[in-house]
């Protein structure tokens, strides 16, 4: 079926672009939710004479989604689950757990924004895509933990992973003088 975009959307087009899509996602999804319209000659004249207002309308919620974006970039999310000794969650964590959290930090987030491809079943800081707008979107941090002193240490492994790399190379290399040592010890007795 082909329609007209009424707003940019990020896998289709951009407003005003005629597109091919299927007949379900039209019907279902776009068309009700007020994304597009029907591609035929009176709908064609009418996204003619409302393509300002539509374009106006676009531009502020992409400034308000930019606004949004600006207020959680850098944020750290903390969710907090029972796991195993080997850090997988008894459940998982999806979208509605992550927009739950963004919204108790004051900002409109909905479930549907938060691209997530599968669950996180793992404890750990996980990067997740926010997509607020077509045109804006952001790498949020989301920290699961079995408690909010697990969740500190994880944000500070993140933030500083150096640190961490130096005390695992530190613990693998063995000292220089302790191999010498057992090699002439072999060398001797042979």
Do not use: C, W
């Not at 970039?73 to 080997?86: H, P, S």
């Amino acid at each position: 079926m082909e329609i007209i975009l009424l707003e940019n959307l990020e896998k289709f087009g951009n407003i005003g672009d005629i597109v091919e899509v299927k007949n379900g996602f039209a019907r279902n999804y776009l068309i009700p939710q007020g994304k597009a319209l029907r591609a035929n000659n009176e709908n064609k004249a009418e996204f003619e004479s409302r393509k300002a207002d539509i374009e106006k309308a676009n531009k502020a919620k992409r400034g308000t989604a930019e606004k949004i974006a600006a207020g959680l970039d850098g944020e750290f999310f903390v969710l907090i689950r029972q796991a195993g000794e080997d850090g997988r969650l008894y459940g998982s964590v999806n979208a509605r757990d992550i927009a739950g959290e963004i919204v108790k930090k004051e900002s409109e987030v909905k479930r549907n924004q938060v691209v997530l491809n599968i669950p996180i079943k793992n404890l750990g800081v996980h990067t997740v895509k926010i997509s607020l707008h077509a045109e804006v979107s952001l790498e949020a941090n989301v920290i699961v933990a079995r408690s909010k002193a697990e969740a500190e240490e994880a944000k500070k492994e993140f933030l500083n992973p150096a640190k961490k790399n130096d005390a695992q190379e530190a613990a693998e290399a063995p000292a220089p003088a302790e191999n010498k040592a057992e090699e002439g010890d072999q060398s001797v007795t042979a």
